[in-house]
C-alpha cells in the first residue's frame, strides 16, 4: 500500500491507525507502525500482532472503505531546517518544538490503490461465479437452462446509454449472467472496466468481463483484475486476443502473455480461486489453423490438446466461439469430453441480423466453410429484406437451441451484437422466457455485488430511483442482518459525498447522474413553459396516467405496472395539488407470480399496504392532517426542506410496507417506511426540482421560478394506509 506523506513527516516514530468507513461513522481497527520510508511516499509494511487483530476485524466487516490515520511529530521547516530525528543536536536556541499531527487519508479499494491482496481475499466472498450458477442449475434436476447475453462496448456515449437501456431490459428475464467485450488490442480497455462496473453495481447482474493478452503488459493486466476485484466482479472471460486492427498476426508484447493460457495460470496464481475463470473454445478450430474453410485434423487434434491445458491451468468453463451446425458443436463436446475436459462447454449462439453481417462475422471467425448449405439456401433469396432475414435468424436460432438442449446441454450464450429483439425471441421461442411472467427476487433487483447480496430490506423512497440508492449505501457493511442495521444510525452518503464512489463514471454525481437518453427525454416531455403551479400539477398528472415516459423523480422508464391498478386515483389528486412521486396500492395475498405485484418467484403470497408520497403546499398538508383524523389507520410523514416535520408516528417507528409469505421460508419484508431514512431522502427529493427539473430550462427561464417556489414552499409527505384489508388511501383526498 503506497501513501502519500507530506514531507515534514519521518517515518520512524509514524503510527498508522486503520479505520472502517461507514459514512460518518469510523472506528479503529487497529494500529501497525511504518517502519521504513520517508519523504513524500513510504511503504506501509503492515505487521504485528495488532495487524493481525485488524485482519480479523476486516474479514468480519467485509468493507471496500477504508480511511487511515497517521500521527507522528514534526517540526516546521519553514522555522528550522534541522531534521526531527536531529533535533537533538540542533544549535539553533528558537528550534521549535515538535508538534503531534494527523494525516487522515480516506480512500476505497479500488485499482489505483494497490492493498495488500491478501486484504481483500479476507472478504466473505458470496458464491456468484459462473461455474457456480451452472452447477447450481444442473444439482437443481429439474430441466432448468442457464442463459447469458453477451454485449460489447459501444462506440459513442449515446451508445453506452441506449445499451444499458437495453440491457435494463434484457436483465428483467433473468439471464445467469451477462458479459462484456474486450476491444480488440485493448482499445475500449477503459470502457469495458466502467460499462462492467456498472452492469455489477448499477444493473445488478452478475458480470463477466473479457480481458485479452493483445497490448497488455502484466501490470496493465493486473491493473484491470484488481479493479474489478474491488468492484465485487468475480467473472472473467480469459482471451489472448486478436491483432489490433493493421496486424495479421498476434505479438506478444513486452512483459505480457503470449496466449490466453499464460493469463489464465498468472490468474490462478496471483488471485488463487476469487476469479470464476471462462475461455474460448472453438468447436470448428481456432481461425489461425482453419485452412481453405477447414482445420486439419492434426491441427484440430492439437487445438483440443491445447484447450485441455487452459482447462487444467484453472479455467472452469468453456464458452465456444459462434457456429451454425449444430452437429460440429455436439461433435466438439464429445472430442472434449474424449481428451477428459470435463467442465461446462456453453454454445455460444450468434442469431443472424442481417445478410451484410452474417458474412462479415462468419469470414471473420473463418466459419464460413462450415455453414450448412441449406442455410446458405435459405438466406440467398431474403437476403436484401433485412425483416425476412430476421426472421428467419431468430428461427434457424430456436432450431439450433432446441437440438442442443435436447442432446442434454442446459446452457445457451447469446451474442447479441447490442440488440434485443432476435436474442429475446429466441429464448420466448424456446419457453425459457415469458414477456408476462417477468418474475423478480424482490420488488427492487438484488444487487449482484458480491458485498450486497445479502441485502433485502429497504426504505421505499428510492423504489423509483434504485441507482441513487445504492451509490448512496455504498460500502455499508451490515447486510448480514439483511438490513442497514440499526435504522437509527442510517448512515447514507451525502449527496456530495458520491463524487468519492467507486464506480462512478467521472466520478460525477450519481445520485442526479441521468443516462443521456433520459435527459432528452426528460428535456422533451418536462422543459414545457410554466406559467403558474397549476402547469405542474398537469405534468404531473399527465406522468401518472402514462401520457409521459419519464419523471425527474424516478430512474425507470414509464408507469411500473403496479402502479397502473391505481393511476386514475393518483391523476385526480395530482389535479388537486398533491404532486405525487411514489406509490404502491394495497394487496392482501396476491399470488407471488402475478404479473403485475408479485416477486420472489411462485408459489408464495404478497402484501403490501397502501402508499403514496407527494409533495403539498402548507395549507393542503394542513387539510390532510385535519382529515387524517377520521382515518385511523393512515399514517404519515411530512417535511418541507428545511426539515421541519410533522408526523403521527414516532421517529422510531419503522413500518413494513411489502412482505411475502413463501413455502418453507420465514417472512420476507422487503420494503419498509423508516422515518430516518426519510429524512435523508427528503434532501435528494427537494433537491430534484432544480437540480434535474429547472436545469432543463435556460438560465433566465421565469419557468425557473415557478419550480424553485414549490421547492422551498412544499412539504414531502409520505402516506401509509395500514389497513391493506379494507382501507382505502385514497377517500382521505375527497373533498380537500
Ligand atoms: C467466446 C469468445 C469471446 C471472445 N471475446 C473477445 C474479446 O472480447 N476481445 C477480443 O479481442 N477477442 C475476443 N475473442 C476472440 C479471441 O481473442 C481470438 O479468437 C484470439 O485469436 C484467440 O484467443 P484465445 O483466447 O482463444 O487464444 P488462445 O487460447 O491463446 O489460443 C489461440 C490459438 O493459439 C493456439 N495456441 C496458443 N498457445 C498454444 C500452445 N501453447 N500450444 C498449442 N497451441 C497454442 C491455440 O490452439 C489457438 O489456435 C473472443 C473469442 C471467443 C470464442
Partial sequence: MNLEFNNHLYSDDLNITLYRASCQSFSTIGNC??????????????????????????????????????????????????????????????????????????????????????LLNLLEVAKMKVIEKIQEATAANDDRVVFSFEFFPPKTEDGVENLFDKMER???????????????????????????????????????????CTNMPVEKIDHAL?????????????????????QDKFVQVEGGFACALDLVKHMRAQYGD???????????????????????????????????KKVDAGADVIVTQ???????????????????????????????????????????????????????????????NEEAVRAYGIHLGTEMCKKILASGIRTLHLYTLNMEKSALAILANLGLIEESKISRSLPWRRPANIFRVKEDVRPI????RPKSYISRTIGWDQYPHGRWGDSQNASYGALTDYQACIFI????????????????????????????????????????????????????????????????????????????????????????DSPTVGWGGPGGYVYQKAYVEFFCSPERLTALVEKC???????????????????????????????????????????????????VWKDEAFEIWSRVWANLYPEADPSRKVIEEVKSSYYLVSLVDNDYIHGDLFAVFNSI
Avoid at 651 to 672: L, R, S
Fill in 170 to 212: 434484457m436483465v428483467a428475464h433473468n439471464p445467469a449472467f451477462c458479459d462484456i467485450t474486450w476491444g480488440a488490442g485493448g482499445s475500449t480497455a477503459d470502457l469495458t472496466l466502467e460499462i462492467v462496473k456498472r452492469m455489477q453495481n448499477m444493473v445488478c447482474v452478475e458480470s463477466m468481463m473479457h480481458l485479452t
Fill in 461 to 464: 423512497f428510492w423504489a423509483n
Fill in 226 to 246: 484488481t479493479t474489478i476485484k474491488s468492484n465485487g466482479i468475480q467473472n472473467v472471460l480469459a482471451l489472448r486476443g486478436d491483432p489490433p486492427h493493421g
Fill in 505 to 592: 463514471q467521472n466520478r460525477s454525481l450519481l445520485a442526479f447522474m441521468r443516462p443521456r437518453s433520459r435527459d432528452k427525454k426528460l428535456q422533451e416531455e418536462w422543459a414545457v413553459p410554466l406559467k403558474s403551479v397549476e402547469d405542474i400539477y398537469e405534468k404531473f398528472m399527465s406522468f401518472c396516467l402514462g401520457k409521459l415516459r419519464s419523471s425527474p423523480w424516478s430512474e425507470l422508464d414509464g408507469l411500473q405496472p403496479e402502479t397502473k391498478i391505481i393511476n386514475e386515483n393518483l391523476g385526480n389528486i395530482n389535479l388537486k395539488g398533491f404532486l405525487t412521486i411514489n406509490s404502491q396500492p394495497a394487496v392482501n395475498g396476491a399470488k407471488s
Fill in 629 to 679: 383524523k377520521q382515518f385511523p389507520s393512515l399514517t404519515y410523514l411530512a417535511v418541507n426542506k428545511e426539515g421541519t416535520l410533522k408526523s403521527n408516528v414516532s421517529n422510531n417507528d419503522v413500518n413494513a410496507v411489502t412482505w411475502g409469505v413463501f413455502p418453507a421460508k420465514e417472512i420476507i419484508q422487503p420494503t419498509v417506511v423508516d422515518p430516518a431514512s426519510f429524512v
Fill in 274 to 308: 476469487y476469479f470464476g475463470i471462462t475461455v474460448a473454445g472453438y468447436p470448428e478450430g481456432h481461425p489461425d489453423i482453419i485452412e481453405n474453410g477447414l482445420a486439419p485434423e492434426e491441427a484440430y487434434q492439437s487445438d483440443l490438446a491445447y484447450l485441455k
Fill in 33 to 118: 507502525v511504518i517502519p521504513e520510508g520517508s519523504g513524500t511516499e513510504a511503504v506501509v509494511v503492515p505487521h504485528g500482532p495488532l495487524w493481525d487483530d485488524a485482519r480479523r476485524k476486516l474479514a468480519q466487516w467485509s468493507t471496500i472503505e477504508l480511511r487511515v490515520e497517521i500521527t507522528t511529530n514534526f517540526i516546521d521547516s519553514e522555522k528550522c531546517r534541522c531534521r526531527f530525528k536531529e533535533r537533538e543536536k540542533c544549535c539553533r536556541s528558537d528550534c521549535p518544538e515538535p508538534t503531534p499531527v494527523k494525516v487522515v487519508t480516506d480512500f476505497i479499494l479500488d485499482g489505483s490503490v494497490t492493498f495488500e491482496s491478501d
Fill in 322 to 384: 459462434l457456429f451454425y451446425d449444430t452437429d460440429i458443436f455436439l461433435k466438439f463436446v464429445n472430442d472434449c469430453r474424449q481428451i477428459g475436459i470435463k467442465c461446462p462447454i456453453v454454445p455460444g449462439i450468434m442469431p443472424i441480423n442481417n445478410y451484410k453481417g452474417f458474412i462479415r462475422m462468419t469470414g471473420f471467425c473463418k466459419t464460413k466453410g462450415q455453414i450448412p448449405s441449406e442455410v446458405m439456401e435459405a438466406l440467398e433469396p431474403i437476403k436484401d
